[in-house]
């Protein structure tokens, strides 16, 4: 088997994020008609654009590919190592002309994701990292928020699940909600301490989380599923419970909030 090292990966991660960067600057955000697949997801040329660019920049013999924007393949089962890609994570965002979307890409060895990189070409922000390097920030190093509770902490939420109302039931919570698109991005913010915690409220797909995932992970932060199982990647199926990701104080806080919440609204049903 092929060794590789982490540096070399990354290198990898890198020039694809700056090749899909320059792909996504041909089109202009706010001005590019979309379509809609099943579940009314949005999906652009962008989005096809980038993921043909990203899978010949990366994909090399050997290695499994997993991305929203291919058909998938389960050959990728078998192999050890396998991109898991998001070529536009918030192609609603990008489509509204919102800059809070981003390339990402993730790699997974043995159902891991051990390096990540996610790369915002509107505010011009790039995210990288693995598991044995810690994680850079626009080229500087980067951790996770050392804040130790909730008091004052910034929670980035799901732009589409709080106009939705699903976080009505966090108004009175101590700490602060931001809406923001793409959970990718959300992700990467947390990882780099631009934000102390994001988690989803619905499920996602491996693709929409792999990276940031990573991301959060090599800087010292943690995640967990929904579910509060690990995060394991190159499933045949790659929807998931949803995630949790924080800087490494917060994990038992968010847990016992969460926990609480669960509580109260099952309380309040009709029995």
């Known amino acids: ?57 990366l994909l ?75 994680v850079t920030y626009n080229g500087s190093p980067a951790q996770p928020s050392q804040r130790r509770d909730l008091h004052g902490a910034l929670v980035l939420a799901s732009r589409s699940e709080v106009k939705r109302g699903e976080w009505k039931q966090f108004e009175s919570a101590e700490f602060n909600i931001r809406p923001m698109g793409s959970v990718a991005y959300k992700l990467g913010l947390v990882a780099a301490g631009r934000a102390d915690l994001t988690f989803t409220l619905v499920p996602k797909n491996e693709w929409d989380v792999a990276a940031g995932a990573a991301l959060v992970e090599s800087a010292g932060g943690w995640t967990l599923k929904l579910d509060h199982s690990p995060l394991r990647c190159n499933q045949k199926n790659p929807l998931i419970s949803g995630l949790l990701a924080g800087g490494p104080f917060l994990r038992s806080p968010l847990l016992a909030l969460l926990e609480h919440h669960a509580q109260t609204i099952a309380a309040e049903r009709p029995s």
């Open 60 to 134: 090399r013999e050997g290695e499994g590919w997993l991305s929203e924007e291919t058909i998938d393949d389960h050959s990728r089962l078998s192999k050890q190592r396998v991109w898991v890609v998001d070529p536009l994570d918030g192609t609603r965002e990008f489509v509204q002309g919102i800059p809070e979307f981003c390339v990402s890409i993730a790699m997974v060895e043995n159902g891991v994701p051990i390096a990540g990189g996610i790369c915002n070409p509107a505010t011009d922000e790039l995210i990288l990292g693995a598991r044995d390097t810690g």
């Open 1 to 57: 088997m092929t060794s590789y090292s982490s540096a070399e990966t990354l290198e990898r991660i890198h020039a694809a994020l700056e090749a899909g960067r320059e792909v996504l600057n041909r089109f202009t955000p706010g001005a590019i008609e979309a379509e809609y697949k099943a579940g009314h997801d949005p999906v652009t040329e962008a989005d096809r654009a980038v993921d043909a660019m990203l899978k010949k920049h």
